[in-house]
């Protein structure tokens, strides 16, 4: 697979193949991965319908090498309380960046990041977040993003609780 090139590119909602792939790698993360419940027969139109639902407020990007999708990264775009200032103001939060483990350490997290940190300086965002696990912390950092004291979280699910 090293030998393929990657590719990271925007993903298109209208497209029945970004759909279901997008859909099969979220999928393969959350179940088969993380042992959430489900199957990919019920999952696959349901993933659909949110993402039609969405496609305004989340912005799909995904990873291929040799034609094959390994690697997906998503914008979610929050659009924030205007000031007097400036009356637009919005920011973006980075999701679900996720790399088949067959694809990893091709540096394909790092690109997908890299679209998704160019995205959101072409759309003016005011910043992201993102919320890492302890392996992607490096991708992050060399991206640019750093700790910060600003934000704070407040887990209101069992799994969003502190260790």
């Known amino acids: 697979m090293s030998q393929d090139v990657a590719v990271v590119r925007r993903a298109s909602v209208g497209s029945g193949a970004d759909v279901r792939a997008l ?13 959430e419940r489900g199957d990919l027969d019920t999952f696959g139109p349901a993933f659909a ?18 034609g ?5 990264a998503w914008l979610g775009i ?19 960046v996720y790399v088949r483990p067959e694809a990893r350490g091709l540096g394909l ?9 160019a995205h959101a300086r072409d759309l003016g965002l005011d910043y992201l977040a993102v919320h890492p696990s302890e392996l992607s912390y490096p ?13 704070l979280e407040l887990g209101l699910t069992a799994s969003r609780q502190p260790i």
């Not at 929050?78 to 679900?96: K, M």
């Not at 991206?143 to 004291?149: D, I, Q």
Request: net charge neutral; charged share 25%.
């Open 23 to 35: 859909a099969d790698l979220r999928f393969t993360w959350r179940h088969d991965e993380s042992g």
């Open 49 to 66: 319908e949110w993402w039609a639902a969405h496609a305004e407020t989340h912005v799909a990007f995904v990873g291929e090498i040799g």
């Open 68 to 72: 094959h999708a390994v690697g997906m």
């Open 78 to 96: 929050i659009t924030r309380v205007p000031g007097p200032e400036r009356f637009r103001r919005r920011s973006g939060v980075v999701q679900s």
């Open 109 to 117: 997290g790092a690109a997908l990041v890299d679209a998704v940190v």
């Open 139 to 151: 991708v992050y950092e060399r991206a640019g993003f750093a700790l910060t004291r600003s934000v």
